[in-house]
């Protein structure tokens, strides 16, 4: 593992990834936090405070108290709508205009990536603007939604149904075709980069190895070192925002060297 203070990709990582035919893009909770977005454990504040993110984000929680979740996730929503992607978020969508498929697979519940023009995202652990019904899990429309007085609106599809956030909870299973759409780009990449988390989470965490395991490159971009840090091929160190755009202005310029240079 070679670690970098500077935001420059070294020579043979930006080699690989001028080449590179399947770019997998893991991000985590870093990623959010530098659009004002706090990390899950940091989200509780005001009247949240006396709560555990337990409490709040587990089916078990929904059913004893439907309403309280609702609401703390009604106030996160809020929140969300009042951030923008940055500067990372944009780089990645332009990255992926220069290579033949970019994935990027998110810890992230905001859509933020899809905001900022990303259109191959799969979401790990849902998508916190969305709504479903809690029962039969069907997707629920904001109009629904907005035209309802209750406090979680009721479900159109299931008499007892209550819409709840599109999110996976603590003691939830990930939705299967996601993780299997993930694991299908671990496999098939050949550079993986982990954006801003703390590979620990699984079965995000595997990713990057299971990439490694199979030929791919691997870069790892975040503040501070992680258990992933020394199976990396580099290590640059800073935030998404800050190596992000330079790691896009590198390939750039290698793309365009690469197109310059006489066919043989």
Known sequence: MKETNGNLLSSQLLAQLT?????????????????????????????????RPEDLATPEAFEANPSR???????????????RPHAGHRALAAIASLVPELTIVTQNVDGLHQLAGSD???????????????????????????????????????????????VVWFGEV???NVLQAAMDSALRCDFCISV?????VQPAAS???????????????????????????????????????ALLAQLRASKKDLDQRPRL
């Not at 893009?25 to 899950?40: D, Y």
């Not at 979740?69 to 951030?83: A, H």
């Not at 801003?196 to 620990?200: E, N």
């Open 19 to 51: 080449e590179a035919r399947h770019v997998l893009v893991l991000t985590g909770a870093g990623m959010s936090a530098e659009s004002g977005i706090p990390t899950f454990r940091d989200a509780q504040s005001g009247i949240w405070g006396k709560f």
């Open 207 to 245: 990713l990057p190895l299971m990439a490694l395991e199979h030929g791919a490159s691997l870069l790892e971009i975040n503040p501070r070192e992680t258990p992933l840090s020394p199976h990396a091929g580099q290590c640059l160190r800073g935030t998404a925002a800050e190596v992000l755009p």
């Open 120 to 166: 191959n995202v799969a979401e790990l652990h849902g998508n916190i603007m969305r709504s479903k019904c809690s029962i039969s899990h069907r997707p629920i429309s904001a109009e629904w939604l907005s035209d309802s007085s209750h406090s979680p609106p009721r479900s159109p599809y299931v008499s007892k149904g209550l819409a709840r956030p599109d």
């Open 174 to 176: 990930l939705p299967q």
């Open 69 to 83: 979740v609702w609401e703390w996730y009604q106030e996160r929503r809020s929140k969300v709508l009042t951030v």
């Open 196 to 200: 801003g988390t703390t590979s620990l």
